[in-house]
């Protein structure tokens, strides 16, 4: 096997990997509603590949419930009911606590230290009233307290879990954003120490707080879903 041969598989696989991440982003941002169509010669023109990453990207969309395949129609947008919806917060109030209570034993200092930052910033933020840049800062914390897990799997459905949510719910802004940012402070503090107890009962009580807090988003209304065909320009690629 030529050094050519050896390398293709890679290529692709990072092609593959690459696609997924774009299709699953604008499945979450809503560029492609639920119900549509997703059209593999039009995605690959969309991202600039060719239709192979596009097929295995969909197989690996459908299996994490974002796309499904429907009879003589092809794949198409999942669209989750709201049992399912409902499903994610239950299953996130169970997941998010066992992520705190591995991180505070098996966080690194690199961590550590992204986590400090992004809660002096929040706290920043929220004081002088810039509440509409906190958004971003929840998402990076909440990414990096999943990588502090020290664990591949839990990390990987923790992001999951949170972009499915953000997905199917509209989250409202927080009523008390520098209280939301103190806990976070407090959890931090509890993961520093080592407590995994009070680590896991810090993160309950924040995944407890949704309902709430989180609207549903209205799915596309029957006959009425767009397909991708028609939220697709003719030849784009990412930059």
Sequence with gaps: MNGYDKAEPDSRRISTQAVCTAIRDDIVSGTFPPGGRLIEELLARRYGVSRVPVREALRTLASEGFVTTRRHAGACVAEPTEQEAADLLEVRALLEPLGAARAAQRRTEAHLKVLR???????DRARSGRTAELRPLDDWFDETLAQASGSTSLAALLTQLRLKIAWVYVPEPP????RDWEVRGTLVDAIVRGDAERARSIAAARAGRAPGEYRLRRPARPGRARNAEHTLPAAASRS
Excluded: I, W, Y
């Design 117 to 123: 930052g992004l809660v002096k910033l929040g706290q």
């Design 175 to 178: 009523l008390r954003p520098v």
